[in-house]
C-alpha cells in the first residue's frame, strides 16, 4: 500500500501556520467522503508527523490518478511525496487545477483579506460538495461571492479555470479590486475583453457591473474558450434580480466577522453581528442555486454561533453536511474572532 506525505505549506499568518496542519488534514478527510470514496479514511486517515523539525501529514492510501489530482488542490499543501519503506521521500507531480502565475492570489494586500488558504479550503469543499470529481477537475463551474469585498474568492475561482461573479455594496472594494484585474491581465498579457455599465432592472438601476472576458492562452481565446470575471458593485440582497434562478453552481462567502467588518442591513446602518444580514440574504442566494449546487460560508462564531447558522440554512431549504471532518474546521483567528466554515447543499 502506497504511502504519502504532505508537506503543509507555512503561511505569512503565523496563527494560521499553527493549525495549517489539522486544518488540510480535516479538509482532506471531507474530500475524500465526498470525491474519494473514503479511501483516505478507510486506512484511517491523515496523521500528523514531523520528519526533519518540519510537520507533514502521512497517509496511507491506494489512491488513483485522478484521485492525487484532487489532494494536489489541498489548501496548504506545500509538495506531495512517496513515503519509502527505509524513510525516503520520493517527490510527486502534482497536477494542479491552477491556470495562472500565483501572484494573482498573492499581491493583493489590505487590512481585513482573507487568508488565501482559508479561501482555498472554503471553495475547494463547496464545489466537492456540489460536484462529482470529474466536475471538480474538468468543468467550467460558475462561482458567487455575493459578499466578493476585494476579490480573494473570485481570484481563486479565476486560478482554477472556473468563472467568477462577485457582488458587494462598497464601491470603493469594487473599484480597488476591478482596477487590480485590469492591470494584472495587461500586465501578464493575457487576452480579454472589458465591459461596464449600470445594471437595471424594471427601470431600476441596482448597481454598476464590470465584465472581465479572458482567456489563458491566445488560441483559446480565439477559439472562444473562455472564462468570465464579472463584479457588481450593488446590493447582495438584490443579487436574485441581477442573476437569474439557479445560474450558480457553488456560492461562496466570508461573512463579516463583527465591529471590525460591520455589515450593513438597511440603509446605512451598521450592525455588531452578521446574523441580521445572513438571515435576510441566505434565501436570496440559495435562490440562485441550481439544484445540486452548494453554498459555503465562513463567519465568526464569537458573533454568531454555529447551531444558529446551521439553522438559518435549514430553514432556507439546505443540507448541511454536519459530519466529522466538516466539523473540525475550527480556528483562532485573533483575539475577537474564532472563525469556522459551514458548506450546504440545495436538495437535487
Known sequence: MPQYA?????????????QAARLVGNELLALDRLLLDGRVAARGGPAERTMGGVPYLVLDADLTADDLRVVANL???????????????????TDRLDRYDDDLLT???????????????????????????????????????PMCGRGTTLNQAVMYGWDAYGVDVDRRDVEAYTAFAGRWLQDKRLKHRTSTGRVRVAGTTLGRRTTFTLAATKEEFRAGD?????????????????????????????????IQHGSVT????????????????????????R??????????????????????????????????????????VDQAIERDVVVARRPG
Open 107 to 145: 499581491i493583493l494586500k489590505y487590512v481585513g483579506k482573507t487568508n488565501e488558504q482559508l479561501t482555498r479550503l472554503l471553495l475547494n469543499l463547496t464545489a466537492a460538495a456540489a460536484l462529482p470529481r470529474d466536475g471538480f477537475l474538468g468543468s467550467r463551474v460558475r462561482v458567487l461571492d
Open 6 to 18: 504532505i508537506l503543509v505549506q507555512p503561511s505569512a499568518n503565523r496563527v494560521y501556520t499553527q
Open 226 to 258: 473562455v472564462q468570465t470575471l464579472e463584479i457588481t458593485q450593488g446590493d447582495t440582497l438584490d443579487a436574485d434580480r441581477m442573476y437569474r434562478a439557479g445560474f450558480f453552481d457553488v456560492v461562496v462567502a466570508d461573512a463579516p466577522y463583527g
Open 291 to 332: 439544484r445540486g449546487g452548494a453554498l459555503g460560508l465562513s463567519w465568526n462564531t464569537k458573533v454568531l454561533p454555529r447551531q444558529d447558522l446551521v439553522a438559518m440554512l435549514v430553514d432556507a431549504g439546505l443540507d448541511p453536511l454536519e459530519d466529522a471532518p466538516f466539523l473540525g474546521l475550527a480556528h483562532r
Open 266 to 289: 438597511g440603509p446605512r446602518t451598521p450592525s455588531r453581528s452578521p446574523r441580521d444580514l445572513l438571515a435576510d440574504a441566505i434565501p436570496v442566494w440559495v435562490g440562485l442555486l
Open 75 to 93: 489548501s496548504s499543501l506545500f509538495a506531495l511525496f512517496e513515503l519509502r519503506d527505509d524513510g525516503a521521500l520520493l517527490p510527486v507531480d
